[in-house]
């Protein structure tokens, strides 16, 4: 069993829908949560972090974190077109950093 | 700063060849990472720096795959020899802080990779 387990999707939605992107782990370790946005032949880039369970806010994203369940979210309210790209959720404790293998997400006008 | 540079963009190569991925971290950060991104392996952390000595080696796969930073704005991955199964996106990063840290790790664009 991999350490962190995200669907690859593809999701696809509409203009304005709200997505969520869900992640889910098994190693009570990890201490920082992490979403990073990748678009097409691109490397990732850092999108949010957080490092206890409840939600963070920014922007359109939140990201939200249940210590309990071993569960991971980002939600984007009022997509847009431009938020088309793989999203990667990533974990840290203290010796390593663990990427999922990303949910690819597709929004139409 | 023209942000992580990474050459060659694409590479294809037969099996048996040696590969040569550089990379030229941003100036200022004194940790530098190798990535390895497959569809069913997602992104791996190969091996990481800080300045210019490689601390933790461990996601090497294998002898194959050996790298080198001379100094603080550049950095070579080397596989010899190349195999299919070498095939992948190589990604360089670079930041202030170790990867298990919440400081950003600002990514190159990548090698792709494909060996025949």
């Known amino acids: 069993q991999k350490e962190v387990e995200q669907d690859p999707g593809p999701l696809s939605v509409p203009e304005g829908a709200i997505v969520s992107l869900n992640c889910t782990y098994s190693?009570?370790?990890?201490?920082?949560f992490m979403w990073y946005r990748q678009y097409s032949r691109k490397g990732p880039e850092l999108l949010m972090y957080t490092y206890s369970s409840g939600n963070k806010e920014d922007g359109r994203f939140t990201a939200q974190v249940d210590k309990s369940s071993k569960y991971i979210s980002l939600f984007i309210r009022d997509s847009q077109p431009s938020d088309s790209a793989t999203y990667l959720c990533?974990?840290?404790?203290?010796?390593?950093?663990?990427f999922g293998t990303g949910t690819r997400l597709q929004v139409f006008p | 700063d023209a942000g992580v540079i990474q050459s060659p963009r694409h590479e294809v190569t037969e099996m048996g060849q040696e590969v040569t991925l550089r990379c030229k971290p941003i100036?200022?950060?004194?940790?530098l990472f190798w990535y390895r991104q497959t569809m069913m392996r997602g992104l791996e952390l190969l091996i990481y720096f800080n300045n210019n000595v490689p601390i933790d080696d461990s996601g090497m796969p294998e002898d194959r795959f050996s790298a080198k930073m001379p100094n603080a704005s550049f950095s070579t991955l080397k596989i010899q020899p190349s195999e299919p199964r070498d095939s992948a996106v190589y990604f360089c990063?670079?930041?202030?802080?170790?990867?298990?840290?919440?400081?950003?790790?600002?990514f190159g664009p990548g090698t792709r990779l494909t060996v025949l």
């Open positions: 990063a670079s930041s202030f802080a170790d990867h298990t840290s919440t400081d950003t790790q600002y």
């Open positions: 990533a974990m840290s404790r203290t010796d390593k950093l663990i």
């Open positions: 190693n009570s370790a990890f201490q920082y």
């Open positions: 100036s200022g950060h004194d940790y």
